[in-house]
């Protein structure tokens, strides 16, 4: 496959990977406590790295994690996420997966 189609297709060289990442918040949280920590999540382990993500938040966290402008993601990233939320206690169930190719994964 010429290169130009394996960059429009995401494919060998030019496969973006990610990972996931879940767990649940303390019931112990209230509303102002739930925003606080999703600001400092944001802002500290996302952001703070260079990383984006998308998914849903609240009490349960389901989150896929990856770099903009196909940057490459890598297993210190995903290292970094997961001492960030270890740190908190409000966090249980912690899980933070595999880089995975973020568009041809099943």
Known sequence: MKKRFRKKLRLGEFREFGFEVSFRLSEALDESGLEHFWDSFITEAIEAQGL??????????????????????????????????????????????PLVDAWHSA
């Open 52 to 97: 984006m993500c998308s998914g849903t938040c609240g009490r349960a966290w389901d989150v896929f994690v990856s770099r903009p402008a196909r940057a490459p993601t890598t297993d210190a990233d995903r290292v970094a996420v997961g001492r960030w939320l270890q740190r908190h206690l409000d966090v249980s169930g912690l899980r933070v997966g």
